[in-house]
């Protein structure tokens, strides 16, 4: 009988035969990437502390371990989350507000640009060793974001930007806080304290909060715009999240 390769995940089985086909050094590294992927090593271990499942005192005692700092980084989301939301789901009307009868290209093209930077600006956070370093620089993120989106709010009523950039520059300062705190602000919180915890349970409380309000302000579109005036709407929840925000970042640093 052949021999068999058994892969470390479940009781999957890789056949050898395979291996020579595709070529053995090449296949070999493939499997042990995708171990990696599943399984943490002792390195990842003593970089971010073990993650394990919590039990539900065990997560009121992380909240109320943090509270001050967690009720800030939520209050971010959730502005952020409403703010992007009513971006992404009322862009047609966004853009005819602002002039333009937008193609759906547009959208694929503003799109584009704001994942590009979001993207390089949180993805190099990975760089940082020190996770203490990375956790205030997620939250330097955030605040440079809050303060661009401010920025460019003062530019667009001044005249100085056009709508294609408007929506980009606008998309920038909202984005960043957003990816930063899904990506980096809890893994590093958690990762810096040593504290038993998971970031999916943090996550799970933002995002409770982040689109329960976003419904809140969906119900009262009818009473908050002018109507029907989105333009006017994102802009003054832009103003908000942006100064509120600020604000709530200096706490998250703080608690």
Known sequence: ARGRLFSPVGDHQIDIGRRRLIGGDQFARLVDEFKRSFFRDSRDVEARAERSTMTPLERWSLFRKHAIGLVSIIALYLLVTILRSLRADFQPEIWKGLGEDAEPSVFTNTELWVSAVVLAVNGS?????????????????????????????????????????????????????????????????????????????????????????????????????????MVGLFEGAACVAGGAGLVVVHACGVG
């Not at 957003?178 to 970031?199: C, N, P, Q």
């Open 125 to 229: 956070l990975v760089m940082m060793r020190s996770n203490r370093a990375a956790f205030f620089a997620s939250l330097g993120i955030c605040a440079a974001g809050l303060a661009w989106m401010l920025a460019v709010l003062m530019g667009r009523r001044e005249g100085l930007i056009t709508p294609f950039g408007y929506m980009v520059m606008i998309g920038l300062g909202l984005y960043l806080p957003y990816v930063a705190i899904h990506t980096t602000v809890f893994e590093r919180l958690l990762a810096t304290t040593r504290d038993k915890g998971t970031s999916g349970y943090l996550l799970y409380l933002a995002d409770s909060f982040g689109y329960l309000g976003y419904v809140a302000v969906l119900l009262g579109k009818g009473f908050l715009s002018n109507k029907g005036d």
